[in-house]
T-cell receptor, first 111, second 111 residues
């Protein structure tokens, strides 16, 4: 099946810093989503981005489908950005909804 | 619209028992997927139901089963619980092949 790798596994930031999280995947994808998992475990949708670039406030994401990677940018980080960020993809052979998740990037933003 | 809801939020069971978890999708969503999250294995896909039919299945033993009702609500059942079944169980809903929205999860502890 499709493989998803995220880097770095851990990231410590000072409040106000910018950062880039990376997601590499092993096959073409029909669906790619970025999530933020809050301390209570809920996965919060950030972006649905199988290709192209999107922005939402201080967050933006870019997926280069032909090169099989996606980037999540966090600008002017805040302590509330702490948590685990997951990239999840759905491969071309999936019939329906079946997300394969990366291992996540654990982000800690220090005040 | 109300989000995805899951009940119960927390559950403690003993080995050998069985458990049933419930998920109510976002109104109008016909696809419901289940995922298991553990510290060792990360987030793994269990199965997906669409219009009361199982459309996708992950690599889990037959002790894990599910069903979907005509109102799109879904239940998953785990029989003969093992210690390794302790996990956060997440449910997601979506339309045909689009953004998946996750519920808050059910945290299952097996003693």
């Amino acid at each position: 099946g499709i493989q998803v790798e995220q880097s770095p596994p851990d990231l410590i930031l000072q409040e106000g810093a910018n950062s880039t999280l990376r997601c590499n995947f092993s096959d073409s994808v029909n669906n790619l989503q970025w999530f933020h998992q809050n301390p209570w475990g809920q996965l919060i949708n950030l972006f649905y981005i199988p290709s192209g670039t999107k922005q939402n406030g201080r967050l933006s994401a870019t997926t280069v489908a032909t090169e099989r990677y996606s980037l999540l940018y966090i600008s002017s980080s805040q302590t509330t950005d702490s948590g685990v960020y997951f990239c999840a993809v759905e491969g071309p052979k999936a019939a329906g909804n079946k997300l394969t998740f990366g291992g996540g990037t654990r982000v800690l933003v220090k005040p | 619209k109300a989000g995805v809801t899951q009940t119960p939020r927390y559950l403690i069971k003993t080995r050998g028992q069985q458990v049933t978890l419930s998920c109510s999708p976002i109104s109008g969503h016909r696809s419901v997927s289940w995922y298991q999250q553990t510290p060792g294995q990360g987030l793994q896909f269990l199965f997906e139901y669409f219009s009361e039919t199982q459309r996708n299945k992950g690599n889990f033993p037959g002790r894990f089963s599910g069903r979907q009702f005509s109102n799109s609500r879904s239940e998953m059942n785990v029989s003969t619980l093992e210690l390794g079944d302790s996990a956060l169980y997440l449910c997601a809903s979506s339309t045909f092949a689009d953004t998946q929205y996750f519920g808050p999860g059910t945290r299952l502890t097996v003693l």
